[in-house]
């Protein structure tokens, strides 16, 4: 799965750069889109991310490219790799700013594990 966001003047901290926590935010937002188009009438919880590092700094303007892809699945698990990439208007270069793999539960009604379908 691919998504798009444009990082606006509400996003970014006191020295202009994007915040980290918004970052995050956007990435577990997409994944759950990911797990939720794939496995549809399941519930998902966030478990985990694994490593969380910034790998370059991003400014009002940029457009962020996400790229999901489902990574691996387990009983109850799934594991979803996210890469982001920054761009500018008109500008055709993507440029790695973070990579993760974030890992989603499944659950049933009352927030218990739950064998995938």
């Known amino acids: 799965m ?3 966001k444009l990082v606006l003047p509400e996003h970014l901290n006191h020295y202009g750069y994007l915040f980290g926590g918004d970052l995050l ?3 577990d937002e997409y994944a759950w ?3 939720s188009l794939d496995y549809p009438k399941n519930k998902f ?3 985990g991310f694994d490593d969380v590092e ?3 700094s991003v400014r009002e303007g940029s457009i962020l490219n996400f790229n999901i892809e489902k990574e691996k699945i387990g009983n109850t698990s799934v594991k ?3 890469n982001v990439f920054r761009s500018a208007l008109g500008d055709d270069k993507k440029v790695l700013i973070f990579s993760t793999c974030v890992t ?5 009604d009352n927030g218990k ?3 995938l379908p």
């Open 45 to 47: 919880v966030t478990v």
């Open 54 to 56: 910034f790998k370059k």
């Open 25 to 27: 935010k956007w990435v």
């Open 33 to 35: 889109i990911a797990v």
């Open 80 to 82: 979803y790799q996210v």
């Open 113 to 115: 594990k739950k064998i």
């Open 2 to 4: 691919e998504n798009h």
């Open 104 to 108: 989603f539960v499944c659950v049933d």
